[in-house]
């Protein structure tokens, strides 16, 4: 079993570092990767502006809830790039191999791991340069970066599954659309008590304000009314569920979808 791992580890740091040598060759891809949630960080905070029903810095209550809608952003390159490995036929290569079948879906999802924890560095820089700041501990800031790149590893699988059924890049577009809706319903720019009831009440159950809301309460920032429903009042324990049960649906459907492409 010790071997197994082993090898099944080995082979997925290696295409790991494949992935990581398509960054050398494509650096633009990445820059972008890097601006994109800055640029919408630096558009939401100076051009659009205050909130609705946020009392005092705008800011302090954006920046969380920014970093919780990045974790949804750069998934359709990730979807593109698993498709177009299927259609060119590099995953027929890699499996003639004799090499662990997880191991191309495991070094795409850790090399994109890595380009989202360093986004998120560059997004905590770029917050702290703009006035926000974090008020409580350092273990409570460390605790809130594991709840956003545990909801990116969660979008991550769910955005491979639904790359390999797409089957194709031209499709992966149509695919995104449907995320863009659940990421900007949420509470990253606005109290759901500023929203109709039925609205509000969606907002506070989306895995992403779950996430949003816990982790403005571990770097102490304040903005809105404190909401007394039971999604609000548990948000830490749901910013936990949430992206499990998205990995435990969406993981064994991506493993079992991989297998079934090489019968």
Same mark, same amino acid.
């Given at each position: ?53 946020i009392?005092g ?13 990045t ?9 593109v ?9 590099v ?33 905590v ?14 273990? $409570?800031?460390? @605790?809130?970066?594991?709840? +956003?790149?545990?909801? *990116? #590893? %969660?979008? !991550? ?41 039925w609205?509000?009440?969606t ?41 499990? $049960?998205?990995? @435990?649906?969406?993981?064994? +459907?991506?493993?079992? *979808? #991989? %297998?079934a !492409?090489?019968?």
């Amino acid at each position: 079993m010790s071997t197994s791992l082993s090898w099944a580890v080995a082979d997925s740091w290696t295409l790991t570092r494949r992935e990581l040598a398509h960054w050398v060759r494509q650096p633009v891809q990445v820059v972008v990767g890097l601006v994109f949630p800055v640029m919408m960080l630096l558009m939401f905070g100076y051009l659009i502006g205050g909130g609705s029903g946020i009392e005092g810095d705008y800011r302090e209550y954006l920046v969380p809830g920014m970093f919780a809608l990045t974790m949804a952003f750069g998934l359709d390159a990730t979807m593109v790039a698993v498709t177009q490995d299927l259609n060119k036929g590099v995953i027929d290569r890699f499996r003639s191999m004799p090499m662990a079948s997880g191991a191309v879906l495991v070094g795409r999802a850790a090399a994109d791991m890595l380009q989202s924890a360093i986004s998120l560095v560059v997004l905590v820089g770029v917050g702290l340069a703009v006035g926000w700041t974090w008020h409580g501990s350092f273990a $409570a800031f460390l @605790g809130a970066l594991g709840l +956003l790149l545990l909801l *990116r #590893f %969660a979008m !991550l699988w769910m955005g491979i599954h639904l790359a390999m059924v797409a089957g194709r890049p031209e499709l992966v577009a149509i695919v995104q659309i449907l995320v863009w809706p659940v990421s900007f319903l949420s509470n990253a720019f606005a109290v759901p008590e500023s929203m109709p009831g039925w609205l509000g009440a969606t907002v506070e159950w989306n895995p992403m304000s779950a996430t949003a809301t816990a982790i403005r309460e571990l770097f102490g920032n304040k903005g809105g009314a404190a909401s007394t429903s039971w999604a609000a009042e548990h948000a830490e324990l749901l910013a936990v569920a949430w992206p499990l $049960a998205l990995v @435990g649906v969406f993981f064994p +459907l991506a493993v079992r *979808r #991989f %297998a079934a !492409l090489s019968k």
